[in-house]
């Protein structure tokens, strides 16, 4: 196989910051199983920076 080209020295870093509501809705639905739940998240990839 080729190298995925958005390695960095072999490596492929990622960063996620995922967010919920108060009332923890997200993780009770992945707790219980649910299949067709709703995830909202920032990722950035190798030291990426959208500031």
């Known amino acids: ?4 080209a958005h390695t960095q020295q072999g490596v492929y870093r990622i960063r996620s ?3 919920d509501n108060l009332a923890d809705k997200a993780l009770r ?3 219980d199983g ?3 739940r ?5 990722r950035y990839y190798n030291g990426d920076y959208l500031g």
Do not use: C, P, Q, S
């Not at 709703?38 to 920032?42: A, G, L, P, S």
């Open 17 to 19: 910051l995922y967010f």
């Open 34 to 36: 649910v299949n067709g």
């Open 38 to 42: 709703e995830k909202f998240r920032i």
């Open 29 to 31: 639905e992945k707790l």
């Open 1 to 4: 196989m080729a190298r995925d």
